[in-house]
Every structure is written in C-alpha cells, then in structure tokens.
C-alpha cells in the first residue's frame, strides 16, 4: 500500500482543516478491505500519537478521546481517499500528521503507531493563536 498525504497548512485557532490520505494497492497485494487506516500525529519533542482509525472495510471508526467531537474519519472509496476533517483547531493541534494503514491488526493494537505497516510522508499542521 503506498499513502500520500495532503491538505496541511497554517490557520488560525479556531479555523477547520480537512487532511487527506490517497491510498493505493499494488496489484495481487490484499485488498484495501482488509487494513485499518489511521492518522497519527507528533508534535516537536513528543512522541507520535494515535489522532484516529477508520476500518475500510466496514467503516468502524474511533478517535482520541481528547479529540472527540472535534475530528472525523471519512473514506471516499471512489477515490480511495480516507480523510481527516479537524474542526476548532488548537495552538496544541499542531504538528505532523501521518496516515498509516494497517493489515488486520487486532482491536487492542489500533492506537498503536508500531503496528502499522504503511506510513505516508506526513503533512505539517500549523496552528496561529
């Protein structure tokens, strides 16, 4: 699976920002049915956190508790596209976010970074107060 991610930038506090991740299959390789697609994010000096995960194949999704209600998943499959639409960003919101997806992982493993197979370049997050 490669990922490209996109949609980044500087806003102001307050503002929305929707992020997206282009995913693609190599062919004979699984299908995107069988990964967990997920958005982390590390801010400078910290560790990569878990935002939220998305189940492409049935679309269960779940978030950081902090981060309820502000952040949603959504996937185009048209477009095989999984985005991350953030709302009433934060000076604390900034940082790189990364797309990832993983193949089958079990429930528990979901939020962590480690058991994802597949990582896009990260897109930078700028938050002015």
């Known amino acids: 699976v490669q990922l490209q991610a996109s949609g980044g930038g500087l806003v102001q506090a307050g503002d929305s920002l929707r992020l997206a991740c282009a995913a693609s299959r190599r062919a004979f390789s699984p299908s995107l049915s069988s990964y967990v697609m997920a958005w982390f994010r590390q801010a400078p000096g910290t560790e990569r956190e878990f935002v939220g995960r998305m189940n492409w194949g049935d679309g269960t999704r779940d978030y950081a508790d902090s981060l309820k209600g502000r952040f949603t998943l959504s996937i185009d499959y048209a477009k095989n596209t999984v985005y991350l639409q953030m709302n009433n960003l934060g000076p604390e919101d900034a940082a790189v976010y990364y797309c990832?997806?993983?193949?089958?992982?079990?429930?528990?493993?979901?939020?962590?970074?480690?058991?994802?197979?597949?990582w896009g370049q990260g897109t930078l997050v700028t938050v002015s107060s």
């Open positions: 990832a997806a993983a193949y089958r992982p079990r429930a528990a493993d979901v939020i962590d970074p480690g058991r994802y197979d597949y």
